[in-house]
């Protein structure tokens, strides 16, 4: 069976239920969980009306009724005898599912009215569940074959909390190793993967709220995410896997970017957004995480903070191409997962396409090729990973690099690495150059007032380029624009960027104003979000 997308229904009331259910079979709700336990005033014979209802309004799609006991996650302390007799009276009255918690069911005096209820109903299915909200469980694989043992046609349900991305291999290795029925994924922040990548290894559902409001579980998606980010409806057990690594990543545009140019060449591939907190250890078990299981099928990563560093290291550990740019920027953003195996390992490749972004992103705008550049006296704000690719690229086309940054330290370390000079901040009014670039976060949003250089210090015969491309225009650029100068936008970049791992993933070349039609579309989007 298909993976489903359950849409919890977590209502107080009738009324409120039936908001709920259109606004989730509007969604695209494939399953519903109705969450009896938040209903006020809980009785078997509400919860009956509450399944007319449902099976009224949207006959096809299957539920699966819930009586949550407040130790596992439920909304209000109901009675077990009520809850028993509230589940027997769901699967007699239609209900496809219940939900029952294992450590409960081990009771004998609490399964024989269930066991009863469902020989009458052939058709309805129990899941036996079990949660941990701290952590892993001790031992995963015991306590799916001890639900098994028990009661072997029921669906054995295992959710536990993932404190970091790697805790979430274990409900990936039990999923990929069972043949029966199950549902396995991980809560939180660190889990999100879990509950996407359940469809590509089989889990029967997953589950996803109507909206933020409405989460039933911590890190829960809502319903719209899988279904217009993250490619839901095509995912299956052959598709490939890519994302971009990082931390945070939350606000990561590439997801979106790259799944809607997936979807454009119709390529069986999804992007997810990947959580690697922490530093080099971190990181190295993770990307040896996918390495150990090659039926993930990832394929390539983008690496952004704080992690490019590492990517590079890692990469040449294991023996893969090094774009000779990335080794001398000394960061990777790109990993390419060979398909060819040296030995027993899979080699990993490592490319840097901030350079060929931000070299192309001005190259274009200007109208002027790389070789034009010789001799430009050029300013750069910001000594980070990007003034380091930009500056980089920049040397090699042979510019006069100033590097101006907050902490002196960082500026002129970078300076000397790349035979640049460097001044502080405060140094500014003095600069003199055809070409200013702020490779710093000043103006990104939400902070949309600030700008690195003050417009008296802009002229009409610069040109302006800033790194930032959220907002796509910052006031550094509208400033630059009214001092006369022509402007560069960081959407240029990542764009660009972008658009050189695509290639690298898919041998393909994107649609260029597909994607920046996807970001502005996004950032639009996340500010209505916002304000
Ligand atoms: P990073 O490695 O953390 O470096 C940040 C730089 O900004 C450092 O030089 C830092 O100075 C400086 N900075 C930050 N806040 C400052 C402030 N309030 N005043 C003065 N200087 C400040 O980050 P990164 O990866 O280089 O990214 C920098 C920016 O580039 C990002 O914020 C993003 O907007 C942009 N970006 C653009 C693209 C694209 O494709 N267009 C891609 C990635 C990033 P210190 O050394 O003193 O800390």
Redesign the pocket.
Known sequence: METKLAVPIAATSLEQAKQQLNTAKAAGAEILELRTDYLENLSVDLVRKLIDKVKTAVPSIPIIVTCRDKKEGGAIDQPLQLRIDILTSAIKAGAEFIDFEYENFLLLQNQEKIRQALSQMPNGRLILSTHNFIGKFDDIIKLHSDISALYPTAIPKLIYTANHINDCFEAFDLLHNTSGAAVVFCMGKAGLISRIIAKKLGSLVTFASIDDKSATAPGQLTVEQPKTTYRWDSINSNTELYGVIGSPIAHSLSPILHNTCFSDIGANKLYLPLLVEGGKDEFYTFMKNILDRPWLDFHGFSV??PH?RNALNYAKQKNGVIEPLAETIGAANTLIVESRATGDERRISAYNT?YA??MG?ITKTLGISRSDLKDWPVTV????????AIVAGLTDAGAKIKIY???IE??KKLAAEFGCDFAP?DDLPNLNAKLVI???????YPNVD?T?LPQQYLKKDMAVFD????PAETLLLKQAKQAGAKTID?????????AAQFKLFTGKNPKPDLMRKTISNRLALKKADMT
């Open positions: 952004t903070t490019k901030d972004g931000a992103a704000i910001g000594a980070g990973g990007v003034a380091r940054n907050r902490t960082k500026g901040l702020n490779a710093t976060s000043i103006g990104m600030e690195p790194t930032v491309y959220n960081g959407l240029s970049m990542f764009i660009n960027q972008a």
